[in-house]
């Protein structure tokens, strides 16, 4: 949804639409339609100003997620 990028399904973080909050939903795995983004603060940016987010799960989606607490802060300067 970010960066378009590809990766192992492992390394991205999960999204998910619960009600109208969109939700990271990689552990545990919640179900219902999921989308992914890479684990860097770049990536999630970039999603950010595609508005990928709400094309992707529709009107009304508000991105309540918020970045992991594991990033590396740096990443998004590379």
Do not use: N
């Not at 973080?13 to 890479?38: C, E, K």
């Not at 970039?46 to 990928?52: D, F, H, I, T, Y």
């Amino acid at each position: 949804m970010g960066c378009r990028g590809r990766s192992a399904q492992s390394e991205l973080l999960r999204l998910v639409r619960v009600g109208d909050d969109v939700i990271d939903g990689t552990a545990p795995r919640l179900p219902g339609r999921g989308g992914y983004l890479h684990r860097d603060p770049a990536c999630w940016k970039v999603a950010e100003q595609r508005r990928a987010v709400q094309r992707f799960f529709g009107p009304g989606a508000l991105w309540t997620a918020q970045p992991p607490s594991d990033w590396d802060e740096t990443a998004a300067t590379r």
